[in-house]
């Protein structure tokens, strides 16, 4: 695809004592599956250390090709420990979900899927950004909002 929109964005902020995420994924709002093309890829931004004890995001290495996500065991999940600042990159189609927090701080983050162009997005930019202040953006950042010339 020669064209790439953003999905949506989100601030994720686990609270201490919160237990683990039900695992799942994020590119279930499209109701269909493509072989070999993958409709989204997430990216998220650490804002606090993701540790093991603040819940660090759980992902599922390989899973964007099962179809049964109940079949998944703990052995299966590994933790994306990473320091404030770094960016875990991930297909729309792999199973994650945040980690349980065992400390007393939040542990937050932020989220931005990416979709193919041609896939309506799952948030509506024409809502939250009108057509005249999209004009001020630089030409990609307009067409990533889903704006045309």
């Known amino acids: 695809c020669s064209s790439y929109r953003i999905g949506s964005s989100t601030a994720i902020e686990i609270l201490g004592g919160e237990a683990d995420q039900v695992l799942h994924r994020d590119d279930t709002i499209y109701p269909m599956r493509i072989p070999g093309v993958e409709l989204q890829i997430g990216v998220m931004w650490a804002l606090d250390d993701f540790t093991i004890e603040n819940g660090a995001t759980r992902v599922v290495p390989g899973s964007q090709d099962l179809r049964d996500i109940e079949a998944i065991s703990e052995a299966d999940i590994i933790q994306a420990v990473m320091p404030k600042g770094s960016v875990l990159f991930y297909l729309g189609s792999t199973v994650h979900g945040g980690g349980a927090n065992h400390t007393e701080n939040p542990r937050r983050g932020l989220i931005t899927t990416y979709s193919l162009g041609w896939l309506r997005s799952e948030e509506n930019h024409f809502l ?8 001020s953006y630089p030409e990609t950042v307009r067409r990533l909002m889903g ?3």
Do not use: F, H, K, L
Request: proline share 18%; aromatic share 18%; no cysteine.
């Open 128 to 135: 939250t950004v009108p057509r005249e202040v999209a004009d």
């Open 147 to 149: 704006y045309w010339p």
